[in-house]
């Protein structure tokens, strides 16, 4: 038997923590060579490396999967000659442009979802769940996403359909829920966000309820956006204006501070939401060594952490014989609390009621980051583009 990974370690700590893969499983087997190549003379990163296996069974330490239009599209560009023989093949009969976009997306979810089967199969839906999103062109559109996130449900019954953070996002996961569909709230940058989304999703699964609807596999999920929010340039620029230089180490204590705030909220209001952690980040650096805390220091709780592949590895690594605690329901310093509420944008963040919905969708995250998400759905329907109109000339 493998000696125990640092992953399966962290998964341990809580009997409710559950480990995702934040990429499309397409890629994990390229992963794993390169794993493989880079640690040719460490027996024990390869024997950690046999433990982690893959999605094969509940056996092993991967729960679930997150994708994302960006996520989507490096599969496709990873293997991007055998992808664009099968658009060439579709686009013939495919009416638009557009519609051969979404047959492509659906595609990837599809052998995605079909390599999370049987973790769905054996856990009754309990887990096995892989994450397709909504078009992040439309975050505004309460009744195109959830047509949008009905469509991709149907791909497979273990298809989590990833909605945004916004107020019309929100409302669309309420709808969803109702349907028995299970959700991701993407986008979320804050406390208030979450809390809305939870509520959002327990009104919507008692209606569902309500109506007999089939429950099977249904759950909700909130993905806290840890690095991407410690990123975002505002809360720099605010906090040189309160006469404070943000280090590495506050900037992950902002992150670990708004999850652990989250974390108790969701317990003391006894939500039925689990929050996700993601966007996970390395550092801080301390004494000459790599800490990571988005998963060292919002350990050992009933959550979701999807870890990127490079920061899978690199924890696998630094983390090899260090001990590994419960922290999630740690305090923060003090001092540290102290000196980051002095920012507005952390207050934003942190405070139950820092942000109403209407201001969902105008937080700096949101903005930023949604912009990211519709450039890549936009850079694959152009490509999509291009080879429908090549194959029907």
Known sequence: MPTPSAIRRLAELHPDTEIWWDSSPLILGAWRDECQRAWSGRPDLLEALEDLGGFQSLARVFRGCTTNPPLALQAIQQDAEAWDGWIAAQAPGTASPEELLWSTYEEVLRRGARILAPIWDESGGRYGHICGQVDPRSLADVDAMVAQGQRLHAVHPNVMIKMPGTREGIEGIRVLSSLG??????????????????????????EARAKGVNMTGARSVATMMLGRMEDAPPFAE?????????????????????????????????????????????????????????????????????????????????????????TIEQPVPADVLERLLRVPYFRQAY??????PEGFGDLPGVRITGASFAESMQTLADHVGEIWASARR
């Open 351 to 356: 405070e139950p009621e820092g942000v109403s």
């Open 181 to 206: 569909i299970s959700t991701n709230a993407t986008l979320c940058f804050s406390v208030a966000q979450i809390l809305a989304v939870a509520e959002a999703a327990r009104d919507g699964f008692a």
């Open 238 to 326: 605010q906090a040189r204006q309160q006469g404070i230089e943000l280090s590495e180490v506050d900037r992950r204590w902002a992150g670990v501070a708004v999850a652990r705030q989250t974390y108790r909220l969701l317990k003391e209001r006894g939500l039925e939401t689990m929050l996700l952690l993601a966007s996970m980040r390395m550092g801080p650096t301390i004494d000459g060594e790599t800490e990571i805390w988005h998963l060292a220091q919002v350990a050992g709780g009933r959550t979701v952490m999807t870890i990127f592949p490079n920061i899978l590895a690199a924890f696998i690594e630094s983390y090899a014989g260090r001990p590994l605690e419960p």
